[in-house]
């Protein structure tokens, strides 16, 4: 039982006489039903002890109702023990994420960042900004839980030489770019967790295939990333929030996820970034090996629209939307074509990965060979996208260069004679839809 009990500081509670309390939040409500409820409720103030309440309510409700009343309060989390000297609203803060607020303030007292800038980016605002939140801005490794790297490009070798060092060290690492159109935090490296920034680099690399292709014929000086010292600031400060709850210990939402706002159009998104079972520095899987293709019988529980499928389209959709990302994803888009008539959909669903870009000429052989999906329906044309996944997950692999199934490519010493029919013994041939 709590000593002095007060509604948790994100709770408003309205008494409606005669029928019970509404305790209204941000986000929605809750309903206290009964008699007992409309006469405590007053009396949680933050200064009353559970014992006063009881004792104020002798005569109007047997003691053990109003006790009962309170443990259910306290177990259904709408009351917490009052916390002299915080202020509510910051209590209301913690106690929304899910966190007892004086814990939280405790841990930021006890954990200290290390603030890096990254490519000429000065650091300070960003200290000035943890610390005006009780953050401790720490010089020595040792004395860092976490380490945050403000950089206007993601892929620069000394961030990913830092969030190495954090790795290896056992610190967290948290990359952020206050730069450009697109404000980007996260995603929130945890030591022994999948998921590194090799992994993260390797995705963005893909995707930015023709900054690739001209840093490979000499760079000129570095761009100008666009920002006004207003959108800097409240990128800061956005920053910071994240930084003090992964201090405080909440559940940030960045763990392995990147947030981008875009400031061009205000849309927001979080990105979720797949670990490369693969990675030399984070993945467990076993190195991969040549093995020979073998395809197995599915059932075809989908025949409409010109293909043969073991699951809807829909399924198909749901099961890869994950790997669809600008920043994290296996496919960066998927974008709808103004082909699209209403009878037939198209979706471009970005480069095809397999098409190696040397030449000035690639970029429109490249464009040529983009990868995309056609369906009478839109989730049909969306689905099929899983060809550009398909073709990027091979890849990986020495032996089918630009192949898909049905080819014959030499590339090295590999040569891959895949077959796309394959006879049954019954003499029928395998389903051919391979999506
Ligand atoms: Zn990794």
Wanted: with cysteine; hydrophobic share 40%; net charge positive.
């Amino acid at each position: 039982m709590l000593q002095i009990p007060i509604f948790k500081a994100y709770l408003h509670p309205v008494t409606i006489p005669g029928e019970g309390v509404l305790l209204l939040s941000e986000d929605g409500s809750k309903v206290l039903h009964g008699a007992v409820y409309e006469q405590l409720v007053p009396l949680v103030d933050g200064i009353r002890s559970s014992d006063d309440i009881v004792a104020a309510l002798a005569g109007i409700h047997e003691a053990a109702k109003a006790y009962y009343a309170l443990l259910m309060l306290e177990q259904k989390g709408y009351i917490a023990e009052q916390i002299p000297g915080l202020e509510p609203a910051v209590a209301g803060f913690w106690q929304g994420m899910g966190i007892d607020p004086r814990s939280a303030v405790e841990s930021l007292q006890r954990h200290g960042v290390r603030v890096f800038g990254v490519g000429g980016i000065d650091p300070s605002p960003m200290k000035r900004e943890l610390e005006a939140l009780g953050v401790g801005v720490v010089v020595d490794a040792g004395e860092s839980w976490l380490d945050l790297v403000i950089t206007s490009d993601y892929l620069h070798e000394e961030v990913a030489a830092m969030a190495a060092r954090a790795r290896s060290e056992g610190r967290m690492f948290l990359p952020f770019r206050p730069t450009g159109f697109e404000l980007w935090i996260g995603p929130v490296f945890k030591p022994d967790a999948a998921g590194c920034i090799e992994c993260l680099r390797h995705k963005l690399e893909r995707h930015r295939l023709v900054h690739r292709f001209a840093k490979t014929h000499g760079t000129s000086a570095a761009p100008v990333q666009p920002g006004l010292a207003v959108s800097l600031n409240a990128a800061y400060a956005l920053a910071a929030v994240e930084v003090v709850k992964v201090l405080a210990g909440a559940d940030s939402g960045l763990d392995g996820k990147l947030f981008s706002l875009d400031l061009r159009n205000w849309t927001s998104r979080t990105h979720a970034l797949c670990a490369n079972p693969h990675c030399p520095t984070c993945g467990t899987a076993p190195a991969k090996s040549m093995e020979p293709l073998l395809l197995s019988q599915k059932k075809v529980t989908f025949i409409q629209d010109g293909g043969h499928r073991t699951l809807p389209p829909e399924a198909t959709l749901e099961k890869y939307d994950r790997f669809v990302s600008p920043v994290t994803g296996v496919v960066s888009a998927l974008v709808k074509l103004p082909q699209s008539n209403g009878i037939v959909h198209v979706y471009l669903a970005g480069h095809n990965a397999a098409v190696k870009l040397e030449h000035l000429d690639d970029l429109k052989i490249g464009l040529r060979n983009a990868s995309a999906g056609k369906g009478a329906s839109e989730t049909q044309a969306k689905a099929r996208y899983g060809g550009a996944h398909y073709r990027r997950r091979t890849a990986f692999l020495p032996c089918y260069g630009r192949a898909g199934f049905g080819q014959r490519v030499q590339r090295s010493k590999y040569r891959c004679q895949a077959a796309w029919r394959v006879p049954l013994p019954n003499g029928e041939d395998q389903a051919k839809d391979q999506h």
